[in-house]
């Protein structure tokens, strides 16, 4: 049997602490190694303790969350779920540009009953965590590389001759806000591409995270809605907690947004979209599974491969977390394998 993950708990509420607490104790994949009340604490005990994941609220005295990050990122890395309310969606984003790898929303009251409405989701992400070597995390620092390069045609080398693809399905999960917003940030010009995007997200973060890489990128990106039709240049981000659905009409391809059935694990869907768009597109469609953990993609990325499309998937050196890509590969349906940075020359080599 593995040895269980030890979870350091820092959160400068006793009453999230001890619920925290009570939540992960029955977990047999998960050893409590200790819990602080504020980061400077937090710090002292990460660096003491060495443990295997760090669970952190945002808003603490003496030393914040984002402190604690900053210095937890630089001084020894480890994996860190941010435990964040709903009403602080812009605080999640930073966090993870920070090095966060993923991120829990408690409820706007925490201190009642309803934090633990948290419970599943935070039992969830920890035991996919727990299903993953260490080695295989790959925390990012910063969300913008000074030194990432803008591609440009003159970077690509020449590749097999194959379909032009009309429109281009992403999926990604942990891990997937920084890879996506560098990814999109790194065009220098905007390729008359339609994107649709799958990022495991609850509900209530996902229209501000279109905002974030509608900002730091070329791309005219929003939160998609039911009517959208796929553009060129325009990159559709699904609404957290809901799939997205591609359908053929006679004005173009349309989006429709549905709520997932009940037993579905990970929302937004990866194979729901995958698989709605390879029976539109066809040959015509370019799947991408970045990183994140779980099977999400799996099927989708079949999908597209038995309609003729091609599927990228990000390789593990730049994966935070290589889970859905590894499953991915593992369909034997992935044309590609190849780096976070290189994914955008992976698409333009396509346009051509």
Sequence with gaps: MAAPIRVLVVDDSAFN????????????????AGYASDGEIGLRKALELAPDLITLDLEMPRMGGFSMLRLIMQSCPTPVIVISSRSSEGDVFKALELGAIDFVAKPSRPISSQFYSIKDDLERKIRDFAACKPEQFRLRHALRDPEQKVLTTEDLPEIEK?????AVV??????GPPALHRFFSGFSHVPELSFAVAQHMPPGFTRSFANRLNDHSLFRVTEAVTGDRMQPGHVYICPGGRNM?????????GIHIVKPPPRQVYT???????SSAATVYGSRLLGMVLTGMGNDGAA?????????????????????VYGMPKEAVATGCVSRI???DDLGKEVLLRYK
């Design 17 to 32: 602490r001890v619920s925290i607490g009570k939540m992960l104790e029955p977990m047999p994949e998960v050893q409590i």
């Design 162 to 166: 194959v379909p032009s693809p009309s």
């Design 170 to 175: 992403i999926g990604s999960s942990t891990g």
């Design 245 to 253: 659905l591609l359908r053929r009409f006679a004005d173009g391809v």
């Design 268 to 274: 937004p869907s990866v194979d729901a979209l995958f």
């Design 300 to 320: 989708g990325t079949r999908a597209v491969r038995e309609h003729g499309g091609q599927i990228i998937a990000e390789s593990e050196e730049s994966c935070v």
């Design 338 to 340: 190849v780096a976070l």
